[in-house]
């Protein structure tokens, strides 16, 4: 009797502890949700840049906050003279302690005087307005000259520009 006793308060215990062990466990379900996203930064009454998603997930109840673009981006920096940048990716996720931003397939940034890189992955460093990768890329300038390789970082208007290792044609004019 008493054998009977202890086998079922084991195994009435173990469905407890599996209980325990389910209650315990993260739930990772975003905050908030977003479909068919066109959000306006400014700055001074100046629009700063212009993000637009088909769906945004918001997780900033967790520890490591982030916002997911799982659709992809289509995002416009505008500079101080209105002139327009664009980045492009099939996938995006901001990461809000560290201000990163992974950009995730089909990557391309375009400058509105023919500049364009192309990735399939690149990181933007929000404080620092700096683009990154180590990811093979392809650099276009306004001339159709080309710069190509593994690994590069910029500045988000591509006046620096440092390459780790490259292969291309440059045009040059005797301007």
């Known amino acids: 009797m008493v054998t ?31 479909d068919t996203l066109n959000l306006k930064y400014t700055d001074s009454g100046k629009i700063k840049s212009i993000l637009k998603s088909p769906k945004m997930l918001d997780y900033s109840n967790i520890n490591n906050p982030f916002t997911e673009f799982p ?13 327009p940048t664009t980045v492009v990716a099939d996938y995006a996720i901001s990461y809000k302690k560290t201000d990163i931003i992974d950009l995730q ?4 940034i375009s400058s509105q005087n023919g500049k364009k890189l192309e990735t399939s992955q690149l990181y933007f460093d929000q404080k620092n307005e700096w683009f990154f990768t180590e990811k093979h890329f392809k650099y276009t300038d306004e001339a159709g000259g080309y710069l190509e390789g593994p690994g590069v970082d910029f500045s ?10 490259s292969s291309g044609e440059v045009n040059t004019s005797d301007k």
């Open 4 to 34: 009977i006793f202890i086998v079922t308060m084991f195994f009435s215990c173990e469905s407890d502890i599996k209980k325990v062990q389910q209650l315990s466990e993260t739930s990772f379900i975003p905050t908030g949700e977003a």
């Open 71 to 83: 659709k992809g981006i289509h995002v416009t920096l505008l500079d101080d003279k209105g002139n």
């Open 105 to 108: 397939g089909n990557v391309v």
């Open 156 to 165: 988000k208007d591509f006046k620096i520009f440092n390459m780790q290792q």
